[in-house]
């Protein structure tokens, strides 16, 4: 397994014991437990992502990161190509938070593929979403991932995202628990213009590197991809055509400005009354 960056634990064996077997998870037994690469989180028994991966099965976990300072395996910088000694190596990629803080995001999601075995899976663990403001250099849409794996041809084995409230006490991250929701194109198209929420959003996605997977197809964003397929290209032709937006213009100059005000008025009233309704959205798959 190769992970982008360390991961941060915030639990200890026990813990992850107990989760296991709520889950029904196998856990391999006889590692001996590591604690956490962080001071403050090995000083309260937390374990270290070394561990909890080998628990998990794992025999080789090999972590890179452009700087040394938690102790990475490789020193890499995913703006650039993968070092040769990783390609093709590994069996799961695991991306937990790192590729909001990487510049060139084409080139990290190309080097994802370029680790891979044919068959290996592309795990993004935690990508942020909405209101994770300057905490990287970008925010994702779901659509980010889910269009580059469609287009380059992977398989998509899970794709989910969820909200969460967290807060910070004595350096450990604590939060209510998280909705969960499936993601399906299209699902939150509604919510775009400011109409999701206050809560904090991230992704999980799972996807399956194939014999005729690629890295370097650039996707075409699916909203897009939706409305050429469904457009009515006769009333398109008619709205922006040779003098559709002339007819247009004539028709909007007859109306009076106090028309035109009070429409804009009431649009803005209803806006506002709107986004603070329960926002619609899809089906509630767990609460975690």
């Known amino acids: 397994m190769l992970e982008l960056a360390r991961s941060m634990v ?10 296991a077997a709520a889950h029904g998870a196998h856990l391999v037994p006889g590692v ?15 374990i270290d992502d070394r561990y909890f991966f080998r628990r998990l099965g794992f025999d080789e976990v090999v972590s890179c990161d ?20 990783l390609v093709g190596r590994f069996d799961v990629v695991f991306e937990a938070g790192t590729a909001q803080h990487v510049f060139d995001l084409p080139s990290v999601l190309s080097n994802v593929h370029r680790a891979l075995k044919v068959g290996g899976r592309a795990v993004v663990g935690m990508a942020c979403s909405n209101n994770h403001v300057d905490h990287g250099f970008y925010m ?33 991250l604590y939060s209510p628990p998280w909705r969960i929701y ?20 991230a992704i999980f996605c799972v996807a399956t590197r194939t014999a005729e997977t690629t890295g370097d197809r650039t996707p075409q964003q699916g909203y897009y991809q939706r ?29 009076s400005a106090l028309v035109l005000a009070a429409a804009r008025g009431w649009k ?21």
């Open 32 to 46: 001996e437990p590591t604690l956490s690469h962080l001071p403050h989180l090995a000083a309260k028994g937390f």
């Open 227 to 255: 409305m050429w397929e469904d457009a009515d290209l006769s009333r398109l032709a008619e709205r922006t055509g040779p003098g559709g937006v002339e007819r247009r213009l004539g028709r909007l100059s007859e109306k």
């Open 66 to 85: 452009v700087s040394d300072y938690e102790g990475v395996d490789v020193v890499a910088d995913l703006n650039l190509e993968l070092p040769a000694e």
């Open 140 to 172: 994702f849409s779901p659509t980010v991932f889910y269009d580059y794996f469609a287009a380059n041809r992977w398989q998509i084995d899970s794709f989910y995202f969820f909200e969460f409230l967290p807060y910070w006490f004595d350096g450990v």
């Open 10 to 19: 915030y639990f200890g064996p026990r813990q992850l014991e107990r989760w």
């Open 182 to 201: 499936r993601y399906q194109p299209g699902c939150l198209d509604h919510l775009s213009y400011g109409g999701y929420g206050s809560a904090q959003m």
């Open 268 to 288: 803005l009233v209803r806006q506002r009354v709107v986004r603070r309704l329960p926002r619609r959205m899809p089906p509630l798959f767990a609460r975690y």
